[in-house]
C-alpha cells in the first residue's frame, strides 16, 4: 500500500553525500540536497521543494524544482511528477532559506511532460522510476535538457538515479553514471509538512 504521507516524511529534510564523496572523490562530488515541504497542497497532494548545490559554493544552489506526491486509484502504487518554476531566480536558494516559499503559489510552476515517476512501496523503501519510454525535457540556460529520473528513499536516505541526457544522441552527461547518488539525512523538515 502507497503511502505518500510516510514517503513526504522520509524525504522532507537536508541531506548530503560526503561519506561517498569522500570514497569515492573521482566518481561522486560532495553535494547538499534539500527537500522543503510547499507550505500548501497541489490538488490535495503533497508537494516538495527541491534543490541542491556542491558543497564547495553552498550560494549556487541549482536544479529547482516541485515533486507532487500522488495515490492512484489501486493505491497498490503511488506517482511522482515533477514541475518547473517559471521564474527559479525567485525561489534559488529556498533549500537553505524557506521563508522564501512563503509566498509561492501553484500559478508560479509549470507543468513538466514526462517528468512523472511510478513509486513502489517496500517494507523499509520507497522506490520510483519512470516508465520504460518515458522522456522528461526541461529548458535550462534557454536550452532544452534531457533527464533521466529515478530515486529510492528510507527513512534516513535518499539515493538519486538522475541523469542527464543529450537529447538528440542519448549520450550521458551528468549525474548517477557510476551508480546512484547516496544521501544521508542531516536535518529533517518532517514537522513542517502541511495537515
Given at each position: 500500500?502507497?503511502?505518500?504521507?510516510?514517503?513526504?516524511?522520509?524525504?522532507?529534510?537536508?541531506?548530503?553525500?560526503?561519506?561517498?564523496?569522500?570514497?569515492?572523490?573521482?566518481?561522486?562530488?560532495?553535494?547538499?540536497?534539500?527537500?522543503?515541504?510547499?507550505?500548501?497542497?497541489?490538488?490535495?497532494?503533497?508537494?516538495?521543494?527541491?534543490?541542491?548545490?556542491n558543497t564547495l559554493n553552498l550560494d549556487a544552489p541549482y536544479r529547482q524544482r516541485v515533486v507532487?506526491?500522488?495515490?492512484?486509484?489501486?493505491?497498490?502504487?503511488?506517482?511522482?511528477?515533477?514541475?518547473?518554476?517559471?521564474?527559479?531566480?525567485?525561489?534559488?536558494?529556498?533549500?537553505?532559506?524557506?521563508?522564501?516559499?512563503?509566498?509561492?503559489?501553484?500559478?508560479?510552476?509549470?507543468?513538466?511532460?514526462?517528468?512523472?515517476?511510478?513509486?513502489?512501496?517496500?517494507?523499509?523503501?520507497?522506490?520510483?522510476?519512470p516508465e520504460p519510454d518515458a522522456k522528461c525535457y526541461f529548458q535550462y540556460n534557454g536550452q532544452?535538457?534531457?533527464?533521466?529520473l529515478g530515486f529510492e528513499a528510507t527513512a534516513d536516505r535518499f539515493w538519486s538515479f538522475d541523469?542527464?541526457?543529450?537529447?538528440?544522441?542519448?549520450?550521458?552527461?551528468?549525474?548517477?553514471?557510476?551508480?546512484?547518488?547516496?544521501?544521508?539525512?542531516?536535518?529533517?523538515?518532517?514537522?513542517?509538512?502541511?495537515?
Amino acid at each position: 500500500m502507497f503511502d505518500p504521507k510516510l514517503l513526504a516524511q522520509w524525504l522532507a529534510g537536508e541531506f548530503d553525500n560526503q561519506a561517498q564523496a569522500q570514497e569515492q572523490p573521482v566518481w561522486f562530488v560532495p553535494l547538499r540536497l534539500w527537500h522543503r515541504p510547499l507550505p500548501f497542497r497541489i490538488n490535495g497532494d503533497l508537494a516538495l521543494f527541491c534543490e541542491q548545490a556542491n558543497t564547495l559554493n553552498l550560494d549556487a544552489p541549482y536544479r529547482q524544482r516541485v515533486v507532487i506526491l500522488q495515490s492512484l486509484p489501486d493505491r497498490s502504487i503511488g506517482k511522482a511528477t515533477y514541475r518547473a518554476f517559471k521564474q527559479p531566480d525567485r525561489v534559488r536558494g529556498a533549500g537553505a532559506n524557506p521563508q522564501l516559499l512563503a509566498t509561492l503559489t501553484i500559478d508560479d510552476l509549470e507543468e513538466l511532460p514526462g517528468c512523472e515517476l511510478t513509486i513502489a512501496s517496500f517494507d523499509d523503501r520507497f522506490k520510483a522510476e519512470p516508465e520504460p519510454d518515458a522522456k522528461c525535457y526541461f529548458q535550462y540556460n534557454g536550452q532544452t535538457r534531457q533527464v533521466i529520473l529515478g530515486f529510492e528513499a528510507t527513512a534516513d536516505r535518499f539515493w538519486s538515479f538522475d541523469r542527464g541526457v543529450e537529447p538528440e544522441t542519448g549520450k550521458l552527461l551528468w549525474g548517477a553514471l557510476m551508480g546512484a547518488y547516496e544521501f544521508h539525512k542531516r536535518h529533517s523538515f518532517a514537522a513542517d509538512l502541511p495537515a
